[in-house]
């Protein structure tokens, strides 16, 4: 089964097309990096997916359900951390419990608290569990959001721009973590990011994007220079693709 199956999507809100005939199938098991400029339509496509967005015309589906039909536990989510609000006086394993129980925790107690100190484990920062997230760096604050969005074991992990804000050492231990988790959970990843070495180095498939699909597949095919200079409009110098 695939995890997610898109065909012929498309959405616009009055004369404006924020996404035109999009097309593509993501393969479960698999990490994905849906790649391109800013106002690409990158965060309204992941709305779509997570349900946020029902008014678009096409299809899809995730697990083969529709969006808003897909069972809740299914699907993790990591937001960008720039849009929390660090002062909230709360502790990082409560963070973690809201992802499981869906709700604020006024306590984290039993089973839940096992499996929120499990999670943690996962993403190695156990350690920050009982510290509030008003003391946490970026990296750190990033890594208890993801094991928030795996409290649940899901089978797709969301993440929109999950390196913002974080350093360079903190940025390589989160795509570390997620392949790790990849390995072991058979999850599927679908990344949003604006930076295509990244994708290069890190996907199995890249979707280039810039309201039209600009591509899909593996990354040497999809990230070609001809294919970036469509997306993002750079003409004047080469682009060059990491070799790691």
């Not at 096409?58 to 536990?73: L, R, S």
Request: proline share 4%; aromatic share 6%; glycine share 8%.
């Amino acid at each position: 089964m695939n995890a997610v199956e898109v065909k012929n999507l498309s959405l616009s809100y009055g004369d404006i097309k924020v996404l035109e005939n999009l097309t593509f199938e993501i393969p479960e098991n698999s990490f994905v990096s849906v790649v391109g400029p800013n106002g690409a339509g990158k965060t309204t496509l992941m709305k779509i997916l997570l349900g946020l967005i029902k008014n678009y015309h096409g299809e899809v589906k995730i697990f083969g359900k529709d969006p808003d039909e897909v069972e809740p536990q299914l699907i993790g989510y990591v937001p960008q951390i720039k849009t929390m609000d660090r002062n909230f006086p709360a502790l990082s394993i409560e963070l973690v419990a809201s992802g499981l129980m869906r709700r604020w925790p006024w306590s984290v107690k039993g089973t839940d608290r096992e499996k929120s100190l499990k999670a943690l484990s996962m993403v190695k920062a156990e350690h920050l569990a009982l510290r509030s997230i008003t003391e946490l760096s970026g990296g750190e604050l990033q890594r208890v959001c993801l094991a928030r969005s795996i409290v649940r074991n899901p089978k797709l992990v969301v993440l929109d721009e999950p390196a913002t804000g974080i350093d360079a050492i903190g940025e390589a231990d989160l795509y570390n973590l997620l392949e790790a988790y990849q390995k072991n959970s058979g999850a599927t990843i679908l990344m949003i990011t604006h930076d295509w070495h990244v994708a290069h180095h890190h996907s199995d498939y890249v979707l280039l994007l810039n309201r039209k699909q600009v591509s899909f597949g593996h990354p040497e095919e999809a990230l070609s220079e001809n294919n970036l200079r469509t997306a993002f409009g750079h003409i004047g110098h080469e682009h060059k693709i990491r070799n790691y």
